[in-house]
C-alpha cells in the first residue's frame, strides 16, 4: 500500500465542514489541521507551517462513514444474489458456496472489498466475518483487512458448519487464538480491533446460543448479532437475550425489521445499538426496514451494506435507500392532504447515522465519527464540482439524495492520505483485480463439481432453490 510521506501533518484548506460535532456544528470554510494522524485544529485561517496541504476550495469534508455490518468475504460473488431471496441466498451462498472458499480466496475477497470500502469513503467497516471454517481462513481475512489500510473491526463469526441452521454447533474457540495472536499488542497499526458475531437465538437453539455468549465474555469484547430478519426474526429473539441476561451497552442488534415494538424496547432499555441494512432488508424479503421504529423506541440506527453479492458497497446508497423507505411509510401512514405535516426523518439524520452512529455501534465514537480535535482523522473530501451539484444549495441533502463514488475525491484514515484526486493510492489495483477474478472463476469450479452445487454458475441465471424458514 502507497503510504502518505507527509503523515505527520498535514492541513486541509478551505473545506466546507460538517463536523457532525454538535458542539462545532457545519462550518461554512474552515481548516483542519492533522498531527500523526489525529485532528489537532479547525478553524478558518490556520496559521500552519511545514504542513503538506490539501486545497479543499469548493468541497465538503465529512467524517469517514462506519459501515457497521458487512459479510467482506462475499465479494467474490457480488451481484450473483441481485435476484435472490433470503432463502435462496441462505441456500445458494451459505449452504452452497461458503464451503469452497479456500483460505487465499477470503483473503483477496477481504482486500477486494475493504478496498471497495475506502474508494467509496467508508472509512470504517464492520467485517462481519461468519466464513472461516478453519483458522487458515481467520488469519487470511484478517490478513485482506490489514493489508487495505482501512479501519476494521473483525467480528468473528464461525464457518459455514456453523451456519447450517438451525444447528447446535458452538462457536468456535479459535477465536481465543486469534485475540491473542493479532490484538494482543500485535497490531501496531491501530486500524484493527476485535468483536464477537453472534449467530444469537434465530439460528442457534438455546443452550448454543448461551455457550456462545459466555465465549464472547471471555473475550470481552462487543457482540453483534442478527436479530428480525424475515420469519426467523418472529421467534422473539431479543425476549429470550433478556430472558437469559444477553443484553446490554455492548451489543449490536442488526436488522431488526420483525422484531416487535416490545423488543425494540428491550433494546433501548438495556443500551444497545442497532444496524440498518435497508437495501438488502427490502430487496430480499427481510420485512420493511425497522429505521422509524428503532427511532420511536428511543434508538438512533448505525446502517450498514450486509452483503455486496445483492447490492453495492458505498453509503451514499444507504442513506439514500433508508431515507426513501422510511419516508414512504411515514407518509403512508399519514393524512397529509395538505402537505403541512412535514417529514419525520431528516437527511441530516441519515447523514448522522452513517458517521456517529456508526462509530457508536462499533465502540469506536471516542476515536471517530466526528470532525473534533483529539479523535483521529478518518476524513473524507467531497467534490461538488459535478452538474449534480452545481449549485451546491444544500450541501447535506446533495449528499444524501445526489451522493456517489465519483464525489469522493480524498480519503484519509488515521491521518493517511489512502486515495486522493479521485483514486486510491496503490499501484497493485490490476493485480488484485486479476486475483480476485481468477479466485471467483476456480471458486465456482470446485462449487459445480458437488452435486448440491452442479447448476452454480455466473451471470444471472441461477436461482438456487429457497430455504424454509420453518
Not at 435472490?84 to 482486500?111: M, V
Not at 428480525?228 to 443484553?247: A, N
Not at 451494506?305 to 444507504?318: H, P, W
Not at 489512502?418 to 493510492?425: E, F, S
Request: glycine share 12%; charged share 20%; net charge negative.
Amino acid at each position: 500500500m502507497t503510504q502518505n510521506p507527509h503523515r505527520g501533518r498535514t492541513v486541509i484548506r478551505g473545506a466546507q465542514v460538517l463536523t457532525q460535532d454538535p458542539a462545532l456544528g457545519d462550518l461554512p470554510e474552515a481548516d483542519v489541521l492533522v498531527v500523526d494522524g489525529e485532528i489537532a485544529e479547525i478553524g478558518p485561517g490556520l496559521s500552519v507551517a511545514d504542513a503538506e496541504e490539501i486545497d479543499a476550495a469548493g468541497k465538503i469534508l465529512i467524517p469517514g462513514f462506519v459501515d457497521t455490518h458487512r459479510h467482506t468475504w462475499q465479494s467474490l460473488v457480488r451481484h450473483l444474489a441481485t435476484d435472490w431471496t433470503l432463502g435462496q441466498y441462505f441456500t445458494g451462498i451459505h449452504f452452497g458456496l461458503s464451503k469452497h472458499y479456500r483460505p487465499e480466496d477470503t483473503e483477496i475477497a477481504n482486500l477486494l472489498g475493504a478496498l471497495e470500502a475506502l474508494n467509496a469513503g467508508v472509512t470504517t467497516l464492520v467485517d462481519w466475518s461468519h466464513n472461516l471454517e478453519t483458522p487458515a481462513h481467520a488469519d487470511a481475512a484478517i490478513a485482506g483487512l490489514r493489508e487495505s489500510g482501512l479501519r476494521a473491526v473483525f467480528a468473528h463469526g464461525g464457518g459455514a458448519t456453523m451456519w447450517a441452521v438451525p444447528n447446535d454447533v458452538r462457536h468456535t474457540r479459535d477465536v481465543l487464538r486469534i485475540q491473542r495472536e493479532h490484538f494482543g499488542g500485535s497490531d501496531t497499526s491501530g486500524l484493527l480491533t476485535l468483536a464477537f458475531a453472534a449467530r444469537g437465538p434465530q439460528f442457534a437453539p438455546g443452550q448454543a446460543t448461551l455457550d456462545d455468549w459466555e465465549l464472547a465474555r471471555e473475550l470481552g469484547v462487543r457482540i453483534t448479532v442478527h436479530v428480525g430478519d424475515g420469519e426467523w426474526g418472529r421467534s422473539g429473539p431479543v425476549r429470550f437475550m433478556r430472558e437469559h441476561g444477553l443484553t446490554g451497552p455492548n451489543v449490536t442488534y442488526v436488522h431488526c425489521n420483525t422484531l416487535s415494538d416490545e423488543e425494540l424496547r428491550i433494546i433501548a432499555d438495556t443500551g444497545g445499538t442497532a444496524s440498518v441494512s435497508a437495501d438488502i432488508e427490502s430487496q430480499m424479503g427481510h420485512g420493511w426496514p425497522a429505521t422509524g421504529r428503532l427511532l420511536e423506541a428511543g434508538i438512533r440506527p448505525s446502517l450498514s451494506i450486509d452483503v455486496c453479492s445483492s447490492t453495492s458497497g458505498d453509503m451514499f446508497n444507504a442513506m439514500k435507500t433508508t431515507i426513501s423507505l422510511q419516508r414512504a411509510l411515514d407518509n403512508a401512514a399519514t393524512d397529509n392532504a395538505d402537505g403541512q405535516v412535514g417529514v419525520k426523518l431528516r437527511c441530516s439524520d441519515v447523514l448522522e447515522f452513517a458517521t456517529v452512529r456508526g462509530a457508536i455501534a462499533t465502540g469506536l465514537d471516542d476515536r471517530i465519527g466526528s470532525v473534533t480535535v483529539g479523535k483521529q482523522a478518518d476524513l473524507v473530501l467531497l467534490s461538488t464540482s459535478g452538474l449534480g451539484t452545481t449549485p451546491l444549495n444544500n450541501p447535506v441533502g446533495a449528499i444524501v439524495y445526489s451522493g456517489n463514488i465519483g464525489m469522493v475525491d480524498t480519503v484519509l484514515v488515521a491521518g493517511n492520505v489512502v486515495k486522493r484526486d479521485g483514486a486510491l493510492l496503490r499501484d497493485d489495483l490490476e493485480s488484485i483485480r486479476r486475483r480476485a477474478t481468477d479466485a471467483r472463476d476456480e471458486l465456482f469450479e470446485r462449487a459445480r463439481a458437488e452435486e448440491a452445487t452442479a447448476d452454480a454458475r455466473i451471470g444471472g441465471a441461477w436461482l438456487p432453490g429457497a430455504l424454509s424458514a420453518s
